[in-house]
């Protein structure tokens, strides 16, 4: 098998692997990386899948991406970073719930979604230069902005933090947008057929109650943007 990581830098797809195959629906699929940066820069929470001692475990963290790379961090006695930086194996998904889809059946209710899927081995960063550029892009993910209005980490405060590196070379994206698929005898059902419509939309920012009171909110802060608001249309249905 061809190493997917040849792919990086080198084109605009992931390389394509059996574990990147799909087998289902293949035409939602994608290896874009374009698509695949797009869903990961927008996701706010990935959830880390591995195996350790006979067990698998998948678990919420945040993110940040750094072109070809992402970043994951946590304390130096995390178990999951430390298995990670040893040389377990490693897949990361991200997933962004656009609509909920009803159907006239049951059968097709679904969801319309876009999500990646990204596989690897995780390498621990123990440069402090790039652990500190991947410290200041987390807070970005969360915020855009806010690495340049907040203290920086000291240098004991990075030798207490655990950051790997998962390369984005071996993955795919899936993407469901459009309507309900239907059967042609249920379309005259009296039955409501559609989307929902989802987002996440951030409500009024609260201050901490020990703010000085000449410390004025930040712009990122007062405008903090929904994600995914403009998403869930009814473009090319079934897809």
Known sequence: MPDPADN???????????????RRKKERGSLDRDTVNAILDEGLVC?????????TFVIPMVF????????????TGNRMLRALADGVEVCVTVTLLDALVLARSAFHHSMNYRSVMVF????????????????MA??????????????????????ATLMVRVPIAEGSAKVRTGGPIEEPGDMDAPTWAGLIPLSIVSGPAVADGTLAPEVEMPSYVR???ARGATRGGTKEPGR
């Open 8 to 22: 990086r830098l080198v084109t605009d797809t992931l390389g394509l692997t059996d574990r990147t195959t799909l």
């Open 223 to 225: 405008s903090y943007p």
């Open 138 to 159: 987390l807070l970005d993910h969360i915020a855009p902005g806010r690495s340049v209005d907040t203290r920086p980490p000291r240098p004991d405060e990075l030798r």
């Open 64 to 75: 940040a991406r750094i072109g070809d790379d992402l970043y994951l961090h946590g304390a």
């Open 120 to 135: 690897g081995t995780a390498t621990r960063v123990n440069d402090d230069d790039e652990k500190y550029k991947a410290t």
């Open 47 to 55: 959830h880390v899948g591995f195996s350790v001692d006979a067990s």
